[in-house]
């Protein structure tokens, strides 16, 4: 499938330039040459661990409260293509930044938990005092019982439809919008927020409902994933079309979003030009 994925683009690029006059042979040369580059390359740069990306967002903490630092990981997507060998580098990746609190923003498996075993009690190793997650749409195509038993395995707290204070953050978390197929209904965030809140920061696995949530509370922090920033072209173009937003960060006023390109990626193990991420956010005065 990510082969095609370039081919498709490879072939679109090349059926534009023989419109204009290219010569045929030549064309068929570069078509051959660019897909096996561009897809060994995808394959040989996601066998690396993702990278650490940190942004540090003030006036999150009370004056002279020390930093807290906050580690986001999201979209592993578990799927048979992963080592466990990738998975104790991720966790070691994670273990070096001494987090004091690691959130799970949704997509963990698209098999069998019984095939995964392995792979969770690898991501056990995760050392922070506190973990947390929420669902993502394929937590509820895999099952939703089975997520929740994995992340009770792995050490998280799920904290769909729930909220919880640590320290001077008051994290909400809410389900993936699918689940409501399967009974499982999202909460008004302002409702799971105390009145006191110092800063507001919000789990919500896909990106689209950002101006909807400040609405109900203005001046929000949401952590989403879900885009993986295209991950193979031509599917950037198509995401952005979709949410506007591939990654990074956008504003709403007081409120700010960020979206992670993913710390794995979905289907092939294969990624062009968006690197996979472990995301680190330290929250300072």
């Known amino acids: ?76 997507h578990l799927n048979g293509l992963k080592s466990v060998a990738w998975i104790q580098t991720l966790v070691d ?23 995964i075993q392995d792979h969770c009690a690898a991501l056990a190793a995760i050392q922070a005092p506190v973990k947390l997650a929420v669902s993502g749409n394929h937590d509820f195509y895999t099952g939703y019982l089975d997520f929740c038993s994995a992340m009770k395995t792995i050490g998280f707290e ?5 909220g919880v204070t640590v320290g001077p953050v008051h994290f909400v978390g809410l389900p993936d919008q699918s689940g409501q197929q399967w009974g499982v ?11 006191d809140a110092h800063t507001v920061i919000l ?19 949401q952590l989403s994933g879900h885009t993986h920033a ?10 952005w079309l979709r949410y506007r937003i591939t990654a990074g960060w956008r504003r709403f006023g007081s409120a700010r979003l960020y979206v992670s390109r993913g ?3 979905w289907g092939p193990p294969m990624r062009l030009f968006k690197h996979g991420e472990v995301t680190l956010m330290l929250l300072s005065d």
């Open 1 to 76: 499938m990510g082969s095609l994925s370039i081919l498709v683009v490879i072939a679109s690029i090349s059926s534009i330039a023989q419109a204009l006059g290219a010569p045929v042979a030549m064309l068929q040369w570069g078509v051959a040459i660019s897909s096996v580059g561009l897809i060994s390359l995808s394959l040989f740069l996601n066998q690396y661990s993702p990278s650490i990306v940190t942004h540090t967002l003030r006036e999150c903490v009370p004056p002279g409260t020390p930093p807290v630092r906050i580690i986001q990981i999201t979209d592993i």
């Open 93 to 115: 990746t994670i273990n070096q930044e001494k987090p004091d609190i690691v959130v799970f923003t949704g997509d963990f498996s698209d098999i069998s938990a019984q095939l």
């Open 158 to 162: 799920v904290l769909d439809n729930r």
């Open 185 to 195: 209904e999202r909460a008004p965030i302002q409702t799971l927020i105390p009145d």
């Open 203 to 221: 789990l919500d696995h896909r990106p689209e409902a950002f101006t909807q949530h400040v609405l109900q509370y203005p001046t929000l922090i």
């Open 230 to 239: 295209g991950q193979l072209p031509p599917w950037g173009a198509l995401v």
């Open 263 to 265: 710390t794995s990626t």
